[in-house]
């Protein structure tokens, strides 16, 4: 099995994924801020950016623009996924297998966890065979870990997002991403509970710079190995120079203020 620190997708045993799916989860609407991204060709560019460890997109944007970017781009593919058009108890569509990613040149797979879902039984099944379908292709696995569902009122609660965080380890995931829980301490508990899998920050809706990157840089201090981001990035003009400045919380462990002096 592949060390997390030995995957191309880790950079000094860090990781930043940018997140490119939202086409399918929330529709167009994410691209109207900066109505460019609506191009996957203008965030598949952003992506070549040192800072970034891999691209995660769906098998579409994957087959259209991957072989234009294989020398510059870390594919994740994002196996499953389901569009805000769903109205039904939270659930995940497969939408291409372990097998087909690897064919299409993927350094990493992920897939959404809805656990406390009505839907979890056949989601968990439906993760250990794009798991156990990963090893043999020495392809690193990356679980949002995204409780929800009619049991849970709040899925950004310290002991939910800790659940989260060892869902993954016991599923077999390297990487779990979920939702920042509030505070320092609530993370680190979140990273404690995931022992080897490693935790990395889920973005969010768009924040101001030094907001952004503080939260980012208190996951960081709390033992979180990254990020995964989408909006916070490409949802701003200068996506770049932002990078700029993740470059610098993450991987160089700045200050906030050194890191805003980037951008
Ligand atoms: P953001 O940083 O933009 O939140 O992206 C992370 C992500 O997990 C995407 O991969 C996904 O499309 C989106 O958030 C799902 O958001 P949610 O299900 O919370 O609406």
Same mark, same amino acid.
């Given at each position: 099995?592949?060390s997390?620190?030995?995957?191309?997708?880790?950079?000094d045993?860090?990781?930043? %994924?940018?997140?490119?799916d939202?086409?399918?989860?929330?529709?167009?609407?994410?691209?109207?801020?900066v109505?460019?991204?609506?191009?996957?060709e203008?965030?598949?560019?952003?992506?070549?950016?040192?800072?970034?460890s891999?691209?995660?997109?769906?098998?579409?944007?994957?087959?259209?623009?991957?072989p234009?970017?294989?020398?510059?781009v870390? *594919?994740?593919?994002? *196996?499953?996924?389901?569009?805000?058009?769903?109205?039904g108890?939270?659930?995940?569509?497969?939408?291409?297998?372990?097998?087909?990613?690897?064919?299409?040149?993927?350094?990493? %797979?992920?897939?959404?966890?809805y656990?406390?879902?009505?839907?979890?039984i056949?989601?968990?099944?439906?993760?250990?065979?794009?798991?156990?379908?990963?090893?043999?292709?020495?392809?690193?696995?990356?679980?949002?870990?995204?409780?929800?569902?009619?049991?849970?009122?709040?899925?950004?609660?310290p002991?939910?997002?800790?659940? =989260?965080?060892?869902? =993954? *380890?016991?599923?077999?995931?390297? %990487?779990?991403k979920?939702?920042?829980?509030g505070?320092?301490?609530?993370?680190?508990? =979140?990273v404690?509970?995931?022992?080897?899998?490693?935790?990395?920050?889920?973005?969010?809706?768009?924040?101001?710079d030094?907001?952004? *990157?503080?939260?980012?840089k208190?996951?960081?201090?709390?033992? =979180?190995?990254?990020?995964?981001?989408g909006?916070?990035v490409w949802?701003?003009?200068n996506a770049a120079?932002?990078?700029?400045?993740l470059?610098?919380?993450?991987?160089?462990?700045?200050?906030?203020?050194?890191a805003?002096s980037?951008?």
């Amino acid at each position: 099995m592949l060390s997390f620190e030995d995957s191309p997708i880790a950079r000094d045993g860090k990781v930043l %994924i940018l997140a490119y799916d939202h086409g399918l989860e929330h529709g167009p609407v994410d691209f109207e801020d900066v109505p460019e991204t609506m191009d996957p060709e203008t965030v598949w560019d952003v992506a070549t950016h040192d800072a970034v460890s891999s691209l995660a997109v769906q098998k579409g944007v994957a087959e259209a623009y991957y072989p234009s970017y294989e020398d510059d781009v870390n *594919l994740l593919a994002k *196996l499953n996924g389901t569009s805000n058009l769903w109205m039904g108890e939270p659930d995940s569509s497969v939408n291409w297998s372990v097998d087909y990613a690897a064919e299409v040149g993927a350094d990493a %797979i992920g897939f959404t966890m809805y656990g406390g879902s009505n839907n979890e039984i056949e989601m968990a099944e439906e993760f250990r065979k794009a798991q156990e379908a990963a090893r043999e292709h020495d392809l690193p696995v990356v679980m949002w870990s995204y409780p929800r569902g009619q049991g849970l009122k709040n899925d950004k609660k310290p002991g939910t997002i800790a659940y =989260a965080a060892r869902q =993954a *380890l016991e599923l077999g995931a390297d %990487i779990a991403k979920v939702k920042y829980p509030g505070n320092p301490d609530s993370m680190s508990h =979140a990273v404690n509970a995931a022992g080897p899998t490693k935790v990395v920050m889920s973005g969010g809706s768009k924040t101001s710079d030094r907001e952004f *990157l503080s939260t980012v840089k208190d996951a960081i201090d709390a033992g =979180a190995a990254g990020l995964a981001v989408g909006r916070n990035v490409w949802q701003r003009e200068n996506a770049a120079g932002f990078l700029d400045g993740l470059e610098a919380v993450i991987y160089e462990e700045t200050t906030v203020d050194e890191a805003l002096s980037r951008i």
